[in-house]
């Protein structure tokens, strides 16, 4: 496998904060959630459109992580933040590009986050 | 103490005086979260007989021990007498609540009035109390981009729009843009002469055990997820908020129609439709699980073609059902 990175798609982030927050109370002593401690800035467009997160970070010591992925790639709503080999990234964004014509949900969310069409109506079929 | 930031801001708008107490433990312990506290120092401080337009009541902006923490996210309560002598109580959520827990404090209370218009800016342990005589008779808007060109882009603002400002008996109080508190706290803080209470914090909220909590975190991340969930509530409210209500209301004919003459309208909202013309971006309150309960939109065509925007859950109850089913307008 090749070395995996961090890629930030911001046309879809939510401006939420949530990676900003949870990697905070990994970092150095003290036990607290600070935004000025985390190796993540979310810069917010209240006004404009664009919310774009500012990663400092490459993502092999995450002090708080469970799984294999970093917290803020964990705790990310929509999929904003991918952290894989740059082959992956090409693959993803084309099922992303895929989808979007298909279903409009899409332009909120990753069709990896989200199973369309959705379980309960697939068991129906 | 952890959570609990463990100081009350007291502010006299009057002789311009600031105070800052400890929070009494037993209030921490005895009546839990920001509207119990704000309740108990109404209930000490303001009796039955002041008048709600009086030097007497006092304006209480509250967070709770959870606040600024990934599970209490962002929940901000305002509480007040209300012009029809019972409690006021607005709640927001947004970005205003956390920033005021890593300023450092849990509670502001604003006691007597002011002669003239003035905002409060609190940065870190500096509080100030400043002349706003450029703030006063602008919206919600203009406040903000004024105080931000003089204050930074860091900082978020709570203010009131000219409603607050006249008088108007249900006027409510914007945090930052496009999440607002109701329920009259704005007349109050236009009787006070209180144009905007700004705010820019670098502090962090204390956790006991950080491995316990986010562990208990990542339970109730899981039973948000989407892969994961069985309830059906979840994903339309993640990607429609309270825009769903409308699709589901027109489906079982009970949607205020037409001035409340009819309780269907044929063709009048499809999910699919409406995510694919209007929708570009999604949009969400601190740390929200659900990607796009608040949504940016552009409207294409017509004549407001090009105009941005933001959207919030509150979209169903103020534009689309009142504004726009019941006059018989529908996108």
Known sequence: MQKRIFVVAPDLCSGCKSCEVCCSIGQEEGNEFNPQKSRIRVIRDELGILNIPLVNCDGNN??????????????????????????????????????RRIQPLFKLIVPWKYPYPWKAYREEE | MYGWKGKILRVDLATRKINKEDLPIEWANNYIGCRGINDIILYKEVGPEVDPFSQKNKLIFGTGPLDGTPIGMSRVSVQTKHTKKCIGEGGAGGFWGPQLKYAGYDFIVFENKSDIPVYIYINDDKVEIEDAKDLWGRNTREKNSILRRKLGTDIQIASIGSAGEKLVHDAKIEFTMD???????GTIMGDKKLAAVAVRGTGGVKIKD??????????????????????AFVPSWAFLSANMMGVVFNE????????????????????????????????????????????????????????????????????????????????
């Not at chain 2, 909590?213 to 994961?228: C, H, S, T, W």
């Open chain 2, 252 to 331: 079982e004919g009970r949607l205020q129609a037409y001035n409340a003459q009819k309780g269907r309208i044929e063709g009048f909202l499809n999910a699919r439709d409406y995510l694919a013309r209007h929708v570009i971006r999604p949009d969400a309150c601190f740390c929200c699980p659900f990607p796009a309960c608040g949504r940016k939109f552009e409207i294409k065509g017509g004549k407001y073609s090009g105009e941005i925007g933001q959207e919030r859950e509150g979209g169903f109850s103020g534009g689309q059902h009142w504004l726009g089913s019941n006059h018989g307008l529908w996108f």
């Open chain 2, 179 to 185: 999440h607002s508190g109701g329920r009259g706290c």
């Open chain 2, 210 to 231: 950080p491995t316990k909590f986010m562990a208990g975190y990542r339970k109730i991340r899981k039973i948000l997820d989407l892969k994961e969930t069985v309830d």
């Open chain 1, 62 to 99: 995450c002090p708080t992580k469970a799984d294999s992925e970093p917290t803020c790639v964990e705790m990310c709503p929509t999929g904003t933040l991918i952290f894989t080999d740059l082959e992956d990234v090409y693959w993803k964004r084309m099922e992303l590009n895929e989808k």
